[in-house]
């Protein structure tokens, strides 16, 4: 992995690229930034960079690199017990299933990984027992003669005995060997740790750089800048945009008809029982795809309150239906968006707290029936 393979954040490279070519390498660094900015992959390739130097990309080295399979670049990262691991699980028991899921999914988050290792519904955490094999790690001589580099994902699960453990290591570690964590909020780090570290922020991505990165990919320009817009600055949210064209066709359908049903329910006893089938309907789906479309919705609804206000540049919606949002953008205004976003928002906390789906959706479907009916003020 290149820095070149990371769409944007061309600051920060550089910053890090100065410093190597500089030869200033902080022995313990933080990158703080969501997972679906690309920050695992930026990690990565500093990584690379720091222990391959200036081998080309066809070199030994480069290729193990390339491959997760460095022996002086080691990964820690959140694991749990699953049916082949019943105890202690560790980084090292999931390090071919890590190499997998970090090359099919650079992008991917926490929740991805845990999806992929089939523990959604465990708490993955970084154990003591890691810390200890790091520890050990570190202690041995490179296998190139070079530097050493230890990647902890999502830094903020390390136990508080791993995080003590690893602090000895941090505070006085072996020569050229780099801690690289990688953290959504430094915040959530030990301050003890936290205050050891040089930190490096990665923010949202610019519009045009990723919709010059899906256009790359295949995709229309007016549907790459729909995507883009609807990510947030997160590309890893519009590669899942991307991906998911087919899914997001069906939750537009659900969409019509559940805003349609809900409007036609006030007042009307059989369009209720329409509704409430509706939510019996969406309540058979898995709860990811319910989170998934409760979060289309979110999306839809803040591209129809633009439109309203005429900032649809600013959350542009790219239809695959004859869904028309500047006819349905009127009933969204300033009066009822927060609340039905609020809805939106807790439902899908109490989904992912396994509440019962049939109840949530038929009570988001009768609060969504009075909101759209609700006057601007």
């Known amino acids: 992995m290149h820095f070149q393979d990371v769409v944007g954040h061309q600051n920060q490279k550089k910053v890090l690229v100065d410093s190597l070519a500089l030869e200033r390498i902080p022995h313990a660094q933080l990158f703080e930034g969501a997972d679906e900015q690309g920050v695992l992959a930026l990690a990565i390739a500093y990584a690379n960079t720091v222990v391959c130097g200036t081998a080309n990309s066809d070199s030994p080295a480069r290729l193990k690199a390339d491959g997760?399979?460095?022996?002086?670049?080691?990964?820690v990262f959140p694991t749990a017990t699953t049916a082949e691991i019943k105890s202690k699980p560790t980084s090292n028991a999931f390090a071919a299933q890590w190499r997998e899921f970090v090359q099919e999914q650079p992008y991917a988050t926490l929740y991805d990984w845990s999806q992929f290792l089939g523990i959604e519904n465990k708490q993955a955490a970084i154990h003591v027992t890691d810390a200890l094999q790091v520890m050990q790690k570190v202690s041995l001589k490179s296998f190139e003669g070079g530097w050493k580099c230890v990647i902890v994902w999502h830094a903020e699960k390390l136990t508080t005995a791993a995080s003590n453990k690893l602090l000895k290591s941090i505070e006085e570690p072996p020569a050229k060997t780099l801690f690289l964590l990688v953290c959504?909020?430094?915040?959530?780090?030990?301050?003890?740790?936290?205050?050891?570290?040089?930190?490096?922020?990665?923010g949202?991505?610019?519009k045009q750089e990723i919709t010059d990165f899906l256009v790359n990919k295949g995709v229309a320009q007016e549907a790459a800048r729909a995507m883009a817009a609807q990510s947030s600055g997160a590309v890893g949210r519009a590669?899942?945009?991307?991906?998911?064209?087919?899914?997001l066709a069906l939750y537009e359908k659900w969409f019509v008809s559940w805003v349609r049903t809900a409007f036609r329910a006030k007042g009307n006893k059989g369009v209720v029982l329409e509704l409430?089938?509706?939510?019996?309907q969406i309540a058979t789906e898995g709860v990811e795809t319910q989170k998934q479309f409760l979060g289309f919705a979110i999306m839809l609804f803040r591209a129809a309150i633009m439109t309203h206000?005429?900032?649809?540049?600013?959350?542009?919606?790219?239809?695959?239906?004859d869904f028309n949002l500047s006819k349905f953008a009127p009933f969204i205004h300033g009066s009822n968006i927060m609340?039905?976003?609020?809805?939106?928002?807790?439902?899908?906390y109490h989904l992912e707290r396994n509440g019962n789906?049939?109840?949530i959706f038929t009570d988001l479907s009768f609060k969504l029936t009075r909101l759209l009916h609700q006057k601007a003020l």
Not at 194 to 199: F, K, L, P, T, W
Not at 309 to 321: G, R
Not at 340 to 348: G, N, Q
């Open 68 to 75: 997760l399979v460095h022996p002086d670049i080691h990964f």
């Open 184 to 202: 959504p909020d430094e915040n959530q780090l030990l301050a003890t740790i936290r205050s050891r570290c040089q930190r490096t922020h990665f």
């Open 204 to 206: 949202r991505v610019s």
């Open 239 to 247: 590669i899942a945009l991307f991906n998911q064209q087919g899914n």
């Open 276 to 280: 409430t089938d509706w939510s019996q």
């Open 309 to 321: 206000y005429n900032l649809s540049a600013v959350a542009p919606f790219y239809t695959s239906t």
């Open 339 to 348: 609340p039905i976003i609020d809805s939106l928002e807790k439902s899908t």
């Open 357 to 359: 789906a049939q109840i």
